[in-house]
Nanobody, 128 residues
Framework: QVQLVESGGGLVQTGGVLKLSCTTS????????MGWFRQAPEKEREFVAA????????DYANSVKGRVTISRDNAKNTVYLQMNNLKPEDPAIYYC?????????????????????WGQGTQVTVSS
């Protein structure tokens, strides 16, 4: 069983920068493709970004492409989400997700069902 703990959320101004972190415990992150999702009030949880086990493949939602970078440090059991130029539509609870994959280069589908383990989330707020 893997546990995921997110950190790094907070309040920033429009155009600001945040870097979210997600650290795993219980099992090493090397076994997992990792993803970030977000859920705004009264909206469904949506895909943000994902990265393969090896880190050589990434995937981004169109809404964040060019502003967000997902990365991982397997030695630290941590995946990151660097968010630049934050916009009024970005506020949400951001969730880290993990999925065991055999293929180190595979990225799971962009769906909640594509990931089997989830963190509790970290709040991101953007002020104008």
């Amino acid at each position: 069983q893997v546990q995921l703990v997110e950190s790094g959320g907070g309040l920033v101004q429009t155009g600001g920068v945040l870097k979210l972190s997600c650290t795993t415990s219980g099992l090493r992150i090397n076994f997992f493709a990792m993803g970030w999702f977000r859920q705004a009030p009264e909206k469904e949880r949506e895909f943000v970004a994902a990265i393969s086990r090896s880190g050589d493949n990434t995937d981004y939602a169109n809404s964040v492409k060019g502003r967000v970078t997902i990365s991982r440090d397997n030695a630290k059991n941590t995946v990151y989400l660097q968010m630049n130029n934050l916009k009024p539509e970005d506020p949400a609870i951001y969730y880290c997700a993990a999925q065991v994959t055999v293929d180190q280069s595979r990225i799971p589908p962009r769906s909640i069902g594509g990931f089997g383990s989830w963190g509790q989330g970290t709040q991101v707020t953007v002020s104008s």
